[in-house]
């Protein structure tokens, strides 16, 4: 399998997973009969993980030549724990948390490799990495709208079997992909990558993108619950799911132009910025369809565009020797500590004021991400 095909296949199997979790794993919880509070933890627990997790997946792969056997190895491991879940959920909350653990430390090693080779592969032209983002977005979408209809019918009880499934798919993927994985061996220079993250405008990145993640959380963790809440079907909250996602598709295909016109130091404030309008506009919505259409179709620019502009900050400042660790560190700050306070900030404004107050905390998060943003934009050199 080509380079390309294979981070496209890994890209498809990876989001396919996220696609079956990202928004019904919540839902799950709550049929197994636990709190929102607990549900909020669980929740936060692979946010938890991703500060964990990357940065020692990351510097093993950018150490070692072995990112197809980091890929396989993990892979698996997901593939045994999601069979587990229903076993470790009927023994309670904490055989649930810790399982929960190391099912999202072994998948976070997934993310940073794929980006890695991806980055790798596109050589700089972010309309072919576009291309090969995209596959993510197909994934995640065939998931979320096939699972939606599916638990409809055989009840969310079904959910880890599902998770199981995707996991295995998974699991081929970063077989077949072989040898298009290895990468560059080691490269030392741990001093030049301090020297780099000293840099004020790259601080100001993180910080950017610590407060995006944080403000996404309150999608991630209870748009579903939300939506449930309000009356709406499982197979309805798929499908608004699946708008997003075909909205994120339709960017990740035709950003090229953006990109050479506006170039990313413009377009990630301009992403982040829009993020808080849209969480806003959910808080606000009172659950009315017509508002949350359009809250979805923004996630092209509060994800899509978001995210391939993050990988042209992180191409132009890391060399591909440093690529891997550069993405787990991104994942580690951002949805790593992001997440962590995110979920644990939108959980406190559920319980503590209203569910709708959570998606405002959100978008406030993203205004002042997006004033991080155009800070980071602005020519530096090391502090």
């Known amino acids: 399998m080509s380079g390309s095909s294979g981070v496209k296949a890994l890209f498809f199997s990876y989001f396919a997973f996220v ?56 892979a698996a491991a997901v593939l045994l724990l999601a069979a587990l879940l229903p076993l470790a959920s009927a023994a309670g909350y904490a055989a649930t948390l810790v399982l929960v653990g190391a099912l999202y430390f072994m998948t976070s090693a997934q993310a940073p490799l794929a980006e890695a080779m991806a980055l790798e592969s596109a050589g700089g032209d972010f309309g072919h990495y576009g291309r090969m983002r995209l596959w993510g977005s197909v994934g995640f979408i065939v998931a979320v709208t096939v699972i939606g ?32 994985s290895s990468g560059h061996g080691r490269s ?48 309805a909250i798929g499908l608004l799911w699946a708008l ?57 620019v509060t994800f899509g565009l978001h995210h391939s502009a993050v990988m042209a900050r992180l191409h132009e400042w890391f060399e591909p020797s440093r690529q891997a660790r550069a993405q787990a560190l991104y994942v ?23 569910p709708a107050a959570a998606f405002l905390g959100c978008a406030l998060a993203a205004l002042l991400g997006s004033l991080a943003a155009l800070a980071s934009g602005r020519k530096t050199v090391p502090s």
């Open 188 to 235: 030392g220079g741990v001093g030049t990558m301090r020297l780099r993250l000293r840099e004020r405008r790259i601080q100001w990145f993180f910080l950017a993108n610590f407060l995006m993640i944080v403000a996404h959380m309150g999608l991630y963790v209870f748009f579903s619950l939300y939506l449930s809440r309000l009356g709406y079907s499982k197979t």
């Open 332 to 354: 580690t700050v951002a949805y790593g500590c992001g997440g962590t306070v995110g979920g644990l900030m939108a959980s406190a404004l559920w319980i503590g004021i209203s």
């Open 149 to 180: 209809w599916v638990l409809d019918r055989t009840g969310v009880a079904s959910l880890p079997w599902w998770m199981a499934t995707m996991a295995l798919g998974l699991l081929g993927a970063s077989w077949w992909l072989g040898a298009a």
């Open 19 to 74: 696609g079956i979790t990202a928004p019904y794993l919540s839902l799950y919880f709550a049929d197994r009969g636990f709190t929102v509070a607990e549900i909020g933890v669980l929740m936060t627990v692979p946010q938890v993980l991703r500060i964990i997790g990357p940065p020692f997946w990351g510097w093993l792969a950018d150490r070692t030549a072995s990112r197809g056997m980091l890929l396989r190895a993990s």
């Open 244 to 300: 997003g996602v075909l909205a994120e598709i339709a960017l990740f295909r035709l950003q090229r132009p953006l990109f050479e016109r506006f170039g990313a130091a413009l377009l990630l404030p301009a992403s982040i910025a829009v993020a808080a309008l849209r969480f806003a506009m959910v808080g606000w919505s009172g659950g009315w369809l017509p508002v949350l259409i359009v809250a979805q179709l923004m996630h092209a």
